[in-house]
């Protein structure tokens, strides 16, 4: 039973201002939950129609369901109140019962037996049935209402409760049990570590992310592929590979460089390396910041499924995570020494075996008579379009002899054709090196890692897991006791419905 505040609207005497929107949200807070009996004070000397109270009960009961009018002072304005009760234009659905207020210093006894004489007496009181006057009549309406929408609502207070008690039951199992020995927690620790082991094979390796369908960042293989897509469309589109622009004039440049004393119709190799090295050098960022950027990403992986399998066991995360940062350390730099060094056999090595070189050379070659007789005979035209690089200048190559001419262009043709197998092989080798690195980071690297960082440190680390964390531990009492409290709830559920069919 809650006695509810009166409605006010006018503040007074330090009232908040806001103190009739407080009062009505704090009577709708109560009257709104279907199991509630909303008990309506109202006085018999007010229009019924006008109340505040009426129109409140009825936003959350339209039908008067569980609305009963509770009608004080009747001794007070008795003249038309039986119309009022009968009449009903409020629509309170279980009805009205009238009474009579304690007056100063009367006893109960008293007070109920002035109220029983007043309903038997009074010439226009005494009209109104007797099923809607009195205390004890309220009393018994209240009783059997109760028992009413109690046993309406037990069956879905017991399917509650059950929902509650499973999901409880449910929780307390997913929780990691409670280890008594350090061969439980080295056993627990060996499999925390083959499940998180075979969580990154399948992410990392086997491109399956069932365990994280939500989270696309844990779809590794396809992240990788992006990201290979990615470095692969900067090396090709960087500036290097602007094979039009400014045409044979570094190769000019550096065939004037290069000269020696020597027949001039030999193409010195000196000049090829040259312009090699150059191109090399100005791309080189570009493979070893994309080693930093996957090395970074495998690493966010690679915490964030250790620190899944080992959220239970708080010491072992904290090691897990060590291991975890220092083994991608460990490869990040490996991966970055592999990288240099690709990058410096790129600028000492002119060598390939694809016959792609030889077959993209002579086509281009074919090209070289037309090329050199448009920029010594025909003066006028200001462009020579080459199949495989597109329309390149000539105007500014005219004033060249033709062996020289002759000469830039057979450079310029080898390094074109030579160049696309340089950019294939940092992409290719960068993908196979990855793999590489990837299976043995999850098949044998990892796993020797966390056990050397958590065994090998000689300080307890395991002992340490025998302990259960605060939080995991005040988790657990806490589902203990709600899943006692649910059980005895069940149990005090079950007698009453137990009763109520006994009575029925």
């Given at each position: 039973m809650v006695d509810l505040p009166g409605i006010t609207r006018v503040p007074v005497h330090g009232q908040p201002e806001n103190i009739y929107e407080q009062i009505a949200d704090i009577i709708m807070e109560y009257i709104r939950p279907e199991e509630s009996i909303i008990l309506n004070v109202l006085s018999a000397t007010v229009d019924f129609t006008t109340c505040e109270s009426i129109r409140m009960s009825q936003k959350v009961d339209k039908n008067g369901e569980r609305t009963l009018a509770v009608v004080t002072k009747a001794d007070r304005a008795p003249e038309g109140l039986l119309e009022k009760v009968t009449a009903d234009d409020v629509n309170i659905g279980l009805g009205y019962v009238c009474v009579r207020n304690r007056i100063g210093d009367e006893s109960y006894k008293e007070a109920r037996k002035e109220e029983a004489d007043l309903f038997e007496t009074h010439p226009l009181l005494s009209k109104i049935d007797k099923s809607m006057v009195g205390i004890p009549v309220l009393a018994q309406k209240l009783v059997q209402i109760q028992a009413t929408i109690i046993a309406r609502c037990l069956p879905e207070i017991v399917r509650k409760i059950n929902e509650k008690l499973n999901a409880s039951i449910s929780e307390l199992n997913r929780m990691p049990k409670t280890l008594s020995s350090v061969g439980e927690a080295l056993t627990t620790f060996m499999g925390i570590v083959g499940s998180a082991k075979e969580s990154l094979n399948k992410i990392i390796v086997r491109g399956e992310y069932d365990e994280y369908l939500e989270d696309k960042n844990m779809h590794c293989t396809a992240r990788l592929v992006e990201m290979l897509n990615q470095y692969s469309g900067e090396l090709h589109n960087c500036s290097e590979n602007d094979l039009a622009g400014n045409f044979l004039m570094d190769e000019i440049q550096v065939l004037g460089e290069a000269k020696g004393i020597e027949l001039p119709n030999f193409l010195p190799r000196t000049t090829f390396l040259s312009i090699l090295q150059k191109k090399v050098e100005k791309v080189s960022h570009i493979p070893v910041a994309f080693v930093e950027k996957v090395w970074t990403y495998i690493e966010g992986v690679?915490?964030?499924?250790?620190?899944?399998?080992?959220?239970?066991?708080?010491?072992?995360?904290?090691?897990?995570?060590?291991?975890?940062?220092?083994?991608?350390?460990?490869?990040?730099?490996?991966?970055?020494?592999?990288?240099?060094?690709?990058?410096?056999?790129?600028?000492?090595?002119?060598?390939?075996?694809?016959?792609?070189?030889?077959?993209?050379?002579?086509?281009?070659?074919?090209?070289?008579?037309?090329?050199?007789?448009?920029?010594?005979?025909?003066?006028?035209?200001?462009?020579?379009?080459?199949?495989?690089?597109?329309?390149?200048?000539?105007?500014?190559?005219?004033?060249?002899?033709?062996?020289?001419?002759?000469?830039?262009?057979?450079?310029?043709?080898?390094?074109?054709?030579?160049?696309?197998?340089?950019?294939?092989?940092?992409?290719?080798?960068?993908?196979?090196?990855?793999?590489?690195?990837?299976?043995?980071?999850?098949?044998?690297?990892?796993?020797?890692?966390?056990?050397?960082?958590?065994?090998?440190?000689?300080?307890?680390?395991?002992?340490?897991?025998?302990?259960?964390?605060?939080?995991?531990?005040?988790?657990?009492?806490?589902?203990?006791?709600?899943?006692?409290?649910?059980?005895?709830?069940?149990?005090?559920?079950?007698?009453?419905?137990?009763?109520?069919?006994?009575?029925?």
């Open positions: 690679v915490i964030s499924v250790l620190i899944h399998h080992s959220e239970n066991y708080h010491q072992l995360q904290l090691s897990t995570r060590r291991a975890g940062h220092s083994l991608i350390a460990r490869m990040k730099e490996h991966s970055r020494i592999w990288v240099t060094e690709i990058v410096q056999m790129e600028k000492l090595t002119d060598y390939t075996c694809n016959p792609e070189y030889m077959n993209d050379w002579n086509k281009l070659m074919s090209q070289q008579h037309d090329f050199t007789r448009d920029v010594l005979e025909d003066g006028d035209v200001a462009t020579f379009k080459i199949e495989g690089l597109g329309e390149v200048p000539i105007a500014g190559l005219r004033g060249y002899e033709e062996h020289v001419l002759l000469q830039a262009f057979d450079l310029k043709m080898r390094m074109t054709a030579y160049w696309k197998i340089v950019l294939r092989r940092l992409v290719d080798f960068m993908a196979l090196h990855l793999q590489f690195c990837l299976r043995n980071l999850v098949n044998k690297e990892m796993e020797e890692e966390i056990v050397q960082e958590l065994v090998g440190r000689h300080d307890g680390a395991i002992e340490r897991m025998l302990e259960e964390s605060p939080a995991v531990a005040a988790k657990r009492e806490k589902l203990n006791v709600s899943i006692k409290l649910l059980r005895e709830s069940n149990n005090v559920l079950a007698n009453i419905m137990d009763k109520i069919a006994s009575n029925v």
